[in-house]
């Protein structure tokens, strides 16, 4: 074989597999967002106001929130949100400014935003990095208005 030959043909096994890799890693990307605990263990669903909220500390001011109290309706909606697993870079610099913070019966919460979701499960902070369309999750707070309206 000549040299000529083998060169092209590891060229092309190379772009192969570069392709394949780059397939394999966007498969699994699409992601239904899991809460912390089972929808009974929920006490409160706020609507915050993103500059209320202390990330590092997974806590907010509830002076400006709206309360949602038809749990079964939130996670139906919630459930129709598509998550992506956030790879690289930063996410979009255009956010939402109202997120979703949840409180559950043992002491654990957790706010869910389109770019971040923080955590505090059993004491420990947990930081899930997905991020979902900013028009889907906008939908979705607009529906969740609705909800605490009913």
Known sequence: MK????????LCFLLLCMIFFALIGCEKNEVSYELLHDKSEISNIYLVPVDSIDAENVTCDLDNSIEITNVDEFVSEL?????????????????????VYILYSNGDREFIHHQVQNCIKNGEIICRRLICWKASFD?????????SEK
């Open 3 to 10: 040299k000529h030959s083998i060169c092209t043909f590891s």
């Open 79 to 99: 459930n129709k949100l598509t998550f992506y697993r956030h790879m690289f870079g930063d996410p979009e610099s255009d956010y939402s400014d109202t997120a």
């Open 139 to 147: 939908n979705f707070l607009r529906i969740c208005n609705e909800i």
